[in-house]
């Protein structure tokens, strides 16, 4: 048994066995390794972002990390990007990175690179394995890292040599002790400014507590005593549809959001962040709390927010009896020209139980948000780290972990120019994820942000920057050419049949919706 042979037993027996994976030279050991080691499914991705993206998704539906498998520091370049978005959202990620053989170092080779110093920003736990004999038990301690509380991004560094020379065996994978469960105090913190000053506090959640279970307990406390309940901007997952707690979010636009927050003296956090604006701009304000609000933090990210929640909820003396009746916007399928309301009504009335929506449409798509309460039940995924990119790859993974769930993902053309090359990997395993292509032909997030900044107004070489509408980006051929069927809508109702027909038939879907 040589190292990688060693590493990927140790993975399968750990509970690793997806690797999404991009390999090179260096890593042919470790793909030959998984001809002879049953139990682990290998899904190639033709850019390493589409590989890291995926492994995000995975983590967000299934719990439990998937690995990656790299390509020395360039190929874990490439993957970064969806590596921050992973970080943001706290999902766990085991990326193994092959690298040139030890004593290959020290010609510099073309692809030789500081492969640490490219790890450490978007990880938590990095370490290059120094021999054949450390491999498994270096590959036990990043799956331990991979499955923490709060989980991390653990990349493991194979050197050639390492991979090939004969190594020991299997490592078992011995799991840190688990931080608390939740602080006691805090929620009894929080029960005291509630009861006080309900009407003034805002109780501000993600993480588990977008769960179904999490809501529903978070509704009882807002009925009980007049509390709003809001998320962030964007989660890594909320619990979304009919007879779900329907919640705002923060708004993006700071002159949406101040408004909104301004007359709460108390905010609780419940894994949830201070909200803060995106971006700086000129005479607007970083922190959207208001002057004097006070901040409270009832859970930390990984800590349990359910049972703080259900503790607060008993403290509180808060029953299904103090739930006040939502009122949900009217579904009805859209006729007509397409613009965001049609869209967003479409969209809502296909989406089928138990449905995973993954969400980068950015701009065309804040509005569709709302509609989904009265949706059928599904999961709602975001954006936490803003590099685009995001969602193809993100529907991936999911599609892997979940597939007996029907994924829709939702991605502005600009966007989903980063990582077209996902609908390949979705045609090749056959993944039951639509893909909704809003081709508005321009980067309309930048032409709103070029006005926030207090940039002027936009001559043609700016414009020339932010719009994509030369030459047209042709979406459904693109995705004919990846093994992918397609169609383009100009109308509602050519929008709903397209649709209805996406749901109806397993396998991977493009729709392009020219705006």
Known sequence: MNGAESLVRTLVAGGVDVCFTNPGTSEMHFVAALDRVPGMRCVLGLFEGVVTGAADGYFRMKGTPASTLLHLGPGLANGLANLHNAKKAHSGIVNIVGQHAGYHIGYNAPLTSDIEGLARPMSAWVRTSPDARSVAADGAAAIAAAKSSPPQIATLILPADTAWNEADGVAEVQLERQRPSYSPQAVETAARILRADGEHTLLLITGAALTAEGLALAQRVAGKTGCRVMGQTYHPRMARGAGRYSIDRIPYVIEQAL??????????????????????????????????????????????????????????????????????????????????????????????????????????????????????????????????????????????????????CMVGDGSAMYTIQSLWTQARENLDVVTIVFANRIYQILRGEFDGVGAGEPGQRALDMLKIDRPTIDFVALARGMGVPGRAVTTADEFNAALAEAVAEPGPRLIEVQM
């Open 259 to 408: 408004p909104i927050l301004k007359d709460f003296r108390h905010i609780v956090l419940v894994e949830a962040n201070d909200p803060v604006a995106f971006f700086a701009y000129p005479n607007k304000p970083s922190l959207l709390k208001p002057e004097g609000c006070e901040v409270h933090r009832m859970t930390a990210w990984g800590e349990n927010s359910v049972a703080a929640l259900e503790a607060l909820s008993g403290a509180l003396h808060a029953t299904v009896h103090d739930v006040k009746p939502q009122k949900l916007q009217e579904l009805n399928k859209p006729t007509g020209a397409l613009n965001h309301a049609s869209i967003a009504q479409a969209i809502a009335c296909a989406i089928p139980e138990n449905a995973i929506v993954v969400d980068e449409s950015i701009t065309t798509g804040r509005g569709f948000f709302p509609p989904t309460a009265a949706a059928k039940p599904h999961d709602w995924l975001q954006n936490m780290g803003g590099s685009i990119g995001f969602s193809t790859p993100v529907a991936t993974g999911a599609a892997v972990a979940c597939p007996d769930r029907k994924v829709f």
